[in-house]
Structure formats: structure tokens, C-alpha cells
């Protein structure tokens, strides 16, 4: 699949799950603008209120779980040709530039391996002594950490788990950047 052009960084947020929703809405090529009904075409295929996903298109508000499924489900039918799979569509949209964009023709993680990295770090940020890790890191340095060990960890052979002293070395080095 090419590259489309919802996806350019340049032209759209991507940092936002609501950014990353219309983007999988064009991808679409079925609905309305946000200015055009897109919000009333989506509350009304997906059952919800039109205030309910105003929030989800507008303003970075989560669905819950099973909603988030149910939407990428019915976007993925939409699209031609899907090549991509469930899961990685909800950990794009869930956690952002931490994952690949499955669009984009990298493997991705599951949400299960997204998890264990994050239960990694927050193992090895407690083995530290850290036990606030949200005032001590800023969400690019935690980004990076997670972006990283996630990478390395989809270079190697199923089943794929996250390398602890990696972690360990991206926290510590972001510890040390940061003055502590």
C-alpha cells in the first residue's frame, strides 16, 4: 500500500488520538470534513451520541475499550484493501508515535507487547528509586524510551519481550540529560 497522504506529518496532528482518528476516518474516503457531518455520519454508523464523538474526533478524548474496537472494526471495513491488522490500528491510535503506524508498512507491536515494555519501565524506574516518573521524565524522553525498546524488541524472533537493561540504559541516560 503507498504511503497516503493523510498521513503526512506536516500537513496534520498525528500527536493526538483524535488527530490519528479522522486520519483513519479519510483513509476512509467515505465520510464528510468535521465541518461537513462527519460527526453526525460516524454517531449515527457507531451508535453513539453526536456529542460522544465529538469528543473522540475533536478533542483527544479515549473511547472506552470495547467502543475503540467496535471503531476500528467498522473503519478497517471501509477501507479498501485493508492490509493491516486490528490490534496494531488500536495501539496506533491508543499510543501514538510510541508505535509504528501500521499504515506505513512497519511490523507493529500488540498491545500486550506495548504493555510489557511499559511494565518493564516502570520495574526498573522502581528498582531505581523513582516513584514518580511523570515529574521526572517529560512525555518526549518517556516517548523516546518506549519508541526505542520497541523497536529493538520487533527486530528479534517471536514470542518478542522487552530487554530490561536496554530500558534500564534509555532511563538512565534520560535521568542523567535531564540533571538528576
Known amino acids: 500500500m503507498a504511503v497516503p497522504e493523510v498521513f503526512n506529518q ?20 467515505k465520510y464528510g470534513s468535521l465541518p461537513e457531518g462527519r460527526v453526525a455520519q460516524l454517531a449515527q ?3 453513539v451520541s453526536r456529542t460522544t464523538m465529538h469528543f473522540w474526533l475533536n478533542t483527544n478524548k479515549m473511547p472506552k475499550r470495547s467502543q475503540l474496537s467496535a471503531l476500528v472494526e467498522g473503519l478497517l471495513i471501509d477501507i479498501k484493501e485493508p492490509a493491516v491488522s486490528l490490534e496494531s490500528v488500536k495501539a496506533w ?16 507491536a500488540t498491545s ?10 516502570f520495574a526498573k524506574a522502581k528498582a531505581m528509586g523513582i516513584t514518580d516518573m511523570d515529574s521526572l521524565l517529560s512525555e518526549s524522553d518517556s516517548d523516546h524510551i518506549i519508541r526505542t525498546a520497541l523497536e529493538v524488541m520487533l527486530k528479534t524472533s517471536p514470542p518478542r519481550s522487552p530487554d530490561p537493561d536496554l530500558i534500564g540504559r534509555l532511563l538512565e541516560k534520560a535521568i542523567q540529560k535531564k540533571g538528576r
Request: aromatic fraction near 10%; avoid cysteine; hydrophobic fraction near 40%.
Open 93 to 108: 491510535l491508543e499510543y501514538g508515535s510510541a508505535v509504528p503506524n501500521p499504515f506505513l508498512g512497519a511490523e507493529t
Open 45 to 47: 454508523k457507531f451508535d
Open 10 to 29: 506536516e500537513a496534520r496532528d498525528l500527536d493526538g488520538f483524535s488527530g490519528r482518528l479522522n486520519a483513519l476516518v479519510d483513509l476512509t474516503g
Open 112 to 121: 500486550q507487547e506495548i504493555n510489557a515494555v511499559y511494565r518493564t519501565l
